[in-house]
Each structure stands twice: as structure tokens, then as C-alpha cells.
């Protein structure tokens, strides 16, 4: 394989990681109920065609669910889901909208895991430059949340997205559209590996706009980036 077309690959890969970051904060603004989509009318427009309406603007108390809800309680006339994860990715060709960027999410989401200390801070030198990376220093927030997808997908599958919990049905999708899920389950037995395959199969085949329906306002949004990242 070629240099150009690894380049090109990590690239895609790292714009879907940055692109599921925020289509993560979109969600979870839409669980606590700060925003939702205009309703769909009596001529009911798919989920990529509704716009995102800010609900309660109250501060959540996290700087990037904050500063993203700020953005959008300023735009008028308001957004669809997919513009908006344009938009905080810096992925459009609207200069005017440029504005609008999350920036460094990733690494600032490492800083508040320092704090927390799940990661620590070092710097490593590749030859021309030095790099601050973020090396894992506490292994159990790592494995609770790997057993938490291996669980979801193996013995708490409920062969039904609307009676799964939210989070987990969000970190489950978002993490498949990122191209990291398959990291969860490596360590598998063989046998537990294969009974994975057709539960995902199954989970990347829902009707996406009849989920959205039965999930109601609360699940409207997460089915939506759904969509968005889907199309």
C-alpha cells in the first residue's frame, strides 16, 4: 500500500472520530433535553430534513455541551443535525459558518481525563518535533467501559433498540461509525467473536426513521446522527 493512500486512510479515519466526537455532544444535549428536532408536521419530513430547536438553553455545566448550545441558540434560522455536525467539525465550505467549530475537542477531552486521572501528560520527540500525548495510566476506566460494550452486544442484548439504554445504543453506533467498536471486542474468545457479528449486522440494518418514531422526543436527535452519518 502506498504512503498517499495510508495518509489518505488515517485521514478518513481521523475525520470520523472527529465527526462521532461531535455527533456525541449532539446527543447528549438532546438526553438532557436541551434540544430536540422541530416536529414533523402532518407531512412528515425525515429526520435529515427536521430542524434542530434549542429547548433550554440553561448551562449544562460542561464547556463543550455549553459552547455547542451556544451556537446553535444564536443561529436563526436553526440548523439540521447534519449541517450542525459540519459545522463543529469545521467541515463545511461556508466560511460564515467557520465560526462555529468546536476546536481541539479531542484534546481537550484528554485534559479533563488527566484531571481525573485516567491519563497522564508526556511528551515524546519524533525526531524534528515534540508531541504531548496522553498515555492510559488507569486501566479499570478502560476495561469497565470495554466490558460495557462486550456486554451490550453479548449477554444484555435485548434484540431491540428502543428498550436499550440510550448511552449505551449512542456508544455503540458512534463508536461502529468511528471505526474503533472492533477494538472492544479483540480480546474475545473465538466463540463469543462470532456470536458478535450477526448482533451488529442486526443493529446496523434498523429502520432508522421507525426507531426515531418510537423513541420519541427524547431519541429523536440521536437517531438523526444516525442518519446523518449513515447517508
Same mark, same amino acid.
Given at each position: 500500500? #502506498?504512503?498517499?493512500?495510508?495518509?489518505?486512510?488515517?485521514?478518513m479515519r481521523?475525520? #470520523?472520530?472527529?465527526?462521532?466526537?461531535? =455527533?456525541?455532544?449532539l446527543i447528549e444535549l438532546g438526553l438532557r433535553g436541551r434540544i430536540e428536532l422541530e416536529k414533523a408536521g402532518m407531512r412528515r419530513k425525515s429526520l435529515l430534513n427536521r430542524?434542530?430547536?434549542?429547548?433550554?438553553?440553561?448551562?449544562?455545566?460542561?464547556? +463543550?455541551?455549553?459552547?455547542a448550545l451556544k451556537h446553535m441558540k444564536e443561529?436563526?434560522?436553526?440548523?439540521?443535525?447534519? #449541517?450542525?455536525?459540519?459545522? +463543529?467539525? =469545521?467541515?463545511?465550505?461556508?466560511?460564515?459558518?467557520?465560526?462555529?467549530?468546536?476546536?481541539?475537542?479531542?484534546?481537550?477531552?484528554?485534559?479533563?481525563?488527566?484531571?481525573?486521572?485516567?491519563?497522564?501528560?508526556?511528551?515524546?520527540?519524533?525526531?524534528?518535533f515534540d508531541m504531548t500525548t496522553h498515555p492510559l495510566t488507569d486501566n479499570t476506566?478502560?476495561?469497565? +467501559?470495554?466490558?460495557?460494550?462486550?456486554?451490550?452486544?453479548?449477554?444484555r442484548w435485548v434484540n431491540d433498540p428502543h428498550r436499550m439504554d440510550k448511552r449505551t445504543l449512542a456508544l455503540l453506533l458512534l463508536a461502529s461509525a468511528a471505526d474503533v467498536l472492533e477494538n472492544a471486542f479483540a480480546p474475545l474468545s473465538d466463540e463469543d467473536?462470532?456470536?458478535?457479528?450477526?448482533?451488529l449486522e442486526e443493529l446496523s440494518e434498523v429502520e432508522i426513521e421507525?426507531?426515531?418514531?418510537? #423513541?420519541?422526543?427524547? =431519541?429523536e436527535v440521536l437517531w438523526a446522527v444516525v442518519a446523518a452519518f449513515a447517508k
Open positions: 500500500m #502506498s504512503d498517499s493512500v495510508m495518509v489518505a486512510m488515517r485521514r481521523e475525520l #470520523s472520530e472527529v465527526e462521532s466526537l461531535r =455527533g456525541c455532544i430542524k434542530v430547536i434549542v429547548r433550554n438553553d440553561k448551562p449544562t455545566g460542561d464547556v +463543550l455541551l455549553d459552547e443561529t436563526n434560522p436553526p440548523e439540521t443535525v447534519q #449541517s450542525w455536525i459540519e459545522y +463543529l467539525s =469545521g467541515e463545511t465550505w461556508n466560511p460564515l459558518k467557520l465560526r462555529y467549530q468546536l476546536k481541539n475537542v479531542r484534546e481537550r477531552l484528554a485534559k479533563n481525563l488527566v484531571e481525573k486521572g485516567v491519563l497522564t501528560t508526556e511528551k515524546q520527540n519524533f525526531l524534528l476506566a478502560k476495561n469497565r +467501559l470495554v466490558k460495557k460494550v462486550q456486554d451490550a452486544v453479548l449477554c467473536y462470532e456470536v458478535r457479528q450477526p448482533v421507525s426507531e426515531a418514531v418510537r #423513541s420519541g422526543n427524547s =431519541g
